[in-house]
């Protein structure tokens, strides 16, 4: 059976992908950069609009990391927002289950599911990070190893929350001024991270339980995306590593009692155009040289080495000496990119020297491609390609100019998917985002504790 592609638009903010310096860039905060991206992904009848968020400004060397000086908006704000001026676009927000608590997300993805007639989601982030929990309480830290359970519980409490009222319970008697229905059920959850109890103040929404994306490669996310999302969002955009990572996380349904269909695997991925694959090769390679300015190749250098190389050109070779992986870290605010640091140094270096590589060039070189780089034609075959041979169910779509940086892709490349029937021409598969989305109406909750609590051997 021909697979629908599922297609999200993803608003990066500035970051080393994002070429804010292009004369064509636009604002990362004013709400019209955001509008633009969101109506130009539902007239191109995508699925959803996918923002991140960033609850510290990241630091390196003790200074604010320029690329975080335009600042982070609020998720649910923009989200908010946004339903106000789009009709059928989902809106996906992701919000950390590490530094907030149950009722309040609940809340307000609720509120953002009604406000939109059912097209909200939430990506379950989590983190260990301390530099992060400073902004949330004292200490802010939580072990790496208990930041899935404390995520699972959190989404468990939530689910709970979104279904302690039961259904109709908003309609009233106007002659009477009365509820004609019963009010909400009192709620009780009580976990090793949360003990909380008493009346939800949101209404069922549309979806109940709104849709749950998580985005994690770890061994601990994907399980976690097994028993607890409907889509996970994953780096893993090549054909092999996709399909590797398509079986390996659908795999892990069985036992927690759900189908392969249930769990939407979705990367992200960026794009460049051309009218001939020559000139789209040309485009990339002068995009590249945009999103690794000097400046930028310096500091994502500094991620591997952990040392400050301010004082390195950027156009000149690589330090002479190698990372110290016991040294206390030069940056605060983000994941680890480099699990092994030697390992990558030494492996950057005989690039560098094979082919005689300048730091930036070098950054160039080992940061990163374009996932699509074609004519709009062989772009729509790649993409369609990886959806029906189990890759992906999709693509998260990552555009290096913001506002307009998605224009030419649903100008050119929707069209085609549509012609081959792979790509919805309408949103006529019901009314809310887990519809368009393929995904079966919200399971009970109490059904995806017992699954977690009694995993089928598989």
């Not at 209404?203 to 061994?219: C, E, N, Y």
């Not at 789209?280 to 300015?293: I, T």
């Not at 919805?424 to 977690?452: F, N, Q, V």
């Amino acid at each position: 059976m021909t697979k629908q592609v599922i297609l999200g638009a993803h608003f990066p903010g500035v970051n080393n992908h994002t070429v804010w310096s292009d004369p064509a860039a636009g604002s990362q905060i004013q709400f019209g950069s955001f509008a633009h991206l969101a109506r130009t992904a539902e007239a191109g009848k995508f699925d959803f609009f996918f923002l991140a968020e960033g609850l510290r400004l990241r630091e390196q060397r003790g200074r604010i990391h320029d690329l975080d000086v335009v600042g982070r908006p609020n998720t649910i704000t923009v989200l908010a927002a946004l339903a106000a001026v789009t009709d059928y676009l989902g809106l996906a927000g992701t919000i950390q289950a590490t530094y907030n608590e149950p009722y309040e997300i609940a809340r307000q993805f609720a509120t953002l599911d009604h406000l939109s007639g059912g097209r909200a989601a939430w990506n379950v982030v989590t983190s260990p990070d301390a530099f992060t929990g400073e902004n949330f309480r004292r200490g802010g830290y939580l072990d790496r190893g208990d930041r899935y359970v404390r995520a699972a519980e959190f989404v468990q409490a939530a689910r709970e929350l979104w279904e302690s009222w039961p259904p109709g319970a908003v309609a009233a008697d106007r002659e009477k001024g009365e509820f004609l229905t019963g009010a909400p059920a009192r709620f009780e959850y009580s976990g090793l991270n949360f003990s909380i109890s008493g009346h939800f103040t949101a209404p069922r929404s549309p979806q109940v339980h709104p849709v749950i994306l998580q985005a994690g490669d770890s061994d601990g996310g994907r399980e976690f995306a097994a028993h607890s999302a409907d889509a996970i969002f994953t780096r893993h955009s090549t054909y092999d590593a996709g399909r590797a990572f398509y079986a390996d996380v659908k795999s892990r349904l069985a036992r927690y009692g759900r189908a392969p269909a249930e769990l939407k695997v979705l990367p992200g991925a960026s794009f460049v155009l051309g009218d001939t694959q020559a000139e789209a090769e040309e485009h990339a390679r002068y995009v590249r040289r945009q999103q690794v300015s000097p400046q930028t190749a310096i500091l994502l250098l500094e991620q591997v080495w952990n040392t400050d190389l301010s004082a390195f050109d950027a156009d000149g070779p690589l330090p002479p000496f190698d990372p110290d992986p016991e040294a206390a870290s030069i940056i605060e605010g983000r994941a680890r990119m480099h699990d092994d640091p030697l390992a990558v140094a030494r492996k950057w270096r005989a690039i560098a020297e094979e082919k005689n590589l300048s730091i930036r060039d070098l950054i160039i070189e080992v940061t990163g491609r374009q996932t699509f780089t074609g004519t709009p034609a062989s772009v729509a075959e790649a993409i369609n390609r990886s959806v029906q041979d189990d890759a992906c169910d999709g693509f998260i779509l990552v555009p290096h100019l913001i506002p307009a940086g998605l224009d030419e892709f649903a100008a050119k490349v929707v069209p085609l998917l549509q012609e081959r029937g792979v790509l919805r021409s309408s949103y006529e598969e019901g009314t809310t985002l887990r519809d368009r989305l393929g995904l079966p109406p919200a399971r009970p909750a109490a059904s995806w504790a017992a699954a977690r609590r009694e995993p089928v051997d598989a």
